[in-house]
């Protein structure tokens, strides 16, 4: 891929001809052209997209919260990138309605990107830029820019932004597409496995980043496949499989909703004699050597746990569902 030579943006970088390039980002609409802070950022009812025979989405709902981080889950070819496209206004869909901002993407896609940071998950960047002008287009694209705040995210990303993009790894084109995405005056952050390339202690970064935002007012919808990354930062998560939801909701919630893992330990006979008690109640229960495993509901764990101190076990653990457990058990169920 080789470098265009674009005539000179303000900021005095050249403007770039691919519109593939970093992430989507632009001023803030004119006053009073947003939706009302009470109406989700994201709206999407009944999505319908098809390409020939495929039907990548069929009948989608999503809604995110204002303020909020939303996680959204499923494996490759489920539809979440489909969606995301649909909503930066790239796809138009063939039924459905949606809504970004208060505006339909197909006909307001410029006003709304005006508002929206986009990072995919393998950035495309313009090889003989260095990492500082990439930035600096991008700032140029959008017209606005917050210099300092953007110092602050390359220390923060350990980011070299005098090295040219071709000398980058993926990981480091993914951290220029952060800085740029963070440090730009948006509203809307939507990220496509934003992380992809990052080492753990850049995720963790990025981790306290995206925190960062979301108390600040921004709306976030993540994109993820790394379940850990999700649990810690989102509020309520959206499962998808075949183009259709298969669990959304709140995240407390829905874990609540699915089954606790309890261990016991102790001597055979005990084990037995607690894991025919158990089986009384109802309860799945599986033995290991001098362990107990019971999957319960969480109304259910009071019961278990009084078994397991009648019988006097030791060692008892109680963990609540994991986001993995909560995403197998919803898609595997649905196979």
């Known amino acids: 891929m080789s470098s265009p030579t674009p005539p000179a943006l303000p900021s005095g970088t050249r403007e770039p001809t691919s519109a593939s ?9 004119p006053t009073g052209t947003g939706p009302r802070n009470a109406d989700a950022p994201i709206r999407v009812r009944g999505l319908v997209k098809r390409f020939g025979r495929l039907t990548a989405l069929d009948g989608l709902d999503l809604e995110v919260a204002p303020g909020s981080v939303h996680g959204f889950l499923g494996p490759n070819g489920a539809g979440k990138s489909t969606t995301i496209r649909i909503l930066l206004g790239l796809f138009r869909p063939d039924a459905g309605d949606v809504r970004v901002l208060g505006r339909r993407p197909g006909r307001d896609s410029s006003a709304i990107n005006r508002e929206v940071s986009y990072v995919a998950g393998d ?4 090889p003989d830029l260095t990492g500082g002008q990439v930035l600096d287009a991008l700032a140029g694209l959008r017209g606005s820019r917050d210099a300092a705040r953007e110092r602050e995210l390359i220390e923060r990303f350990e980011l070299d932004p005098t090295k040219r993009v071709r000398t980058y790894s993926k990981g480091n084109r993914q951290k220029v597409a952060l800085v740029a995405a963070l440090a730009a005056p948006t509203r809307l952050l939507i990220l496509d496995e934003p992380t992809s390339g990052l080492d753990p202690l850049m995720e963790r970064v990025f981790t306290e980043e995206i925190a960062e935002a979301a108390a600040d007012g921004r709306t976030v919808l993540l994109s993820s ?6 649990q810690r930062l989102c509020s309520a998560v959206t499962i998808v499989k075949a183009g259709r939801v298969v669990e959304s909701g709140d995240l407390s919630t829905l874990r609540s909703l699915s089954e606790n893992r309890i261990e016991a ?3 055979a006979g005990v084990l037995a004699r607690a894991r025919g008690d158990l089986e009384g109640l109802g309860m799945r229960v599986e033995t290991g050597r001098e362990r107990i495993v019971v999957q319960v509901p969480a109304p259910r764990v009071p019961d278990v746990l009084g078994v397991l101190a009648a019988h006097r076990l030791i060692a008892v653990t109680c963990e609540p569902a994991s986001l993995e457990d909560l995403f197998l058990r919803h898609y595997e169920a649905t196979s």
């Open 21 to 29: 390039a970093g992430p989507m980002t632009a001023p803030p609409a």
């Open 225 to 230: 496949h790394i379940l850990d990354e999700v």
């Open 123 to 126: 950035v495309a960047l313009w």
């Open 265 to 267: 330990g102790g001597e």
